[in-house]
Nanobody, 125 residues
Framework: QVQLVESGGGLVQAGGSLRLSCAASGRTFSTYPMAWFRQAPGKAREFVAGMRWSGDGTDYADSVKGRFTISRDNAKNTVYLQINGLKPEDTADYYC??????????????????WGQGTQVTVSS
C-alpha cells in the first residue's frame, strides 16, 4: 500500500518556477515507477512526466519537454516535479501517481494504482 501527498502548488506569474513534491509512504516506494499528471479546468487528466523506479528512463509530454523535470529521492520517499517557464496553459491540478509494476513509466492513467489528492497550480499572464 502506498499513500501519496502532493505539495508545492500555488499562484505564480507566467515565466516563473515551482517545485512540486510528492511524499510517499510505504516500504516499497523505491520500486514503483512514478508519474505526474495534470487536469486543467474542464479538461481530461493528462500525463505530464514519468520516471522508472530506478530513477532513469524519464518520459515527458511534448508540451512540457525542456521546462519540466521529474526527479526522485528514494531516501526521502519523495518525487519532485520542477516546473520552469510557467505558462498560463500550465494552470491545472497536478497529481502524482505510483505504478506497482516494474516497467517504464506509462502514459495512461489506468496503469497507476495509487494517486495523491492533487496540488493546484495557477499561472497568471
Amino acid at each position: 500500500q502506498v499513500q501519496l501527498v502532493e505539495s508545492g502548488g500555488g499562484l505564480v506569474q507566467a515565466g516563473g518556477s515551482l517545485r512540486l513534491s510528492c511524499a510517499a509512504s510505504g516500504r516499497t516506494f523505491s520500486t514503483y515507477p512514478m508519474a505526474w499528471f495534470r487536469q486543467a479546468p474542464g479538461k481530461a487528466r493528462e500525463f505530464v512526466a514519468g520516471m522508472r523506479w530506478s530513477g532513469d528512463g524519464t518520459d515527458y509530454a511534448d508540451s512540457v519537454k525542456g521546462r519540466f523535470t521529474i526527479s526522485r529521492d528514494n531516501a526521502k520517499n519523495t518525487v519532485y516535479l520542477q516546473i520552469n517557464g510557467l505558462k498560463p496553459e500550465d494552470t491545472a491540478d497536478y497529481y502524482c501517481a505510483a505504478d506497482h509494476q516494474r516497467r517504464p513509466p506509462q502514459r495512461v492513467q489506468s496503469a497507476y494504482d495509487y494517486w495523491g489528492q492533487g496540488t493546484q497550480v495557477t499561472v497568471s499572464s
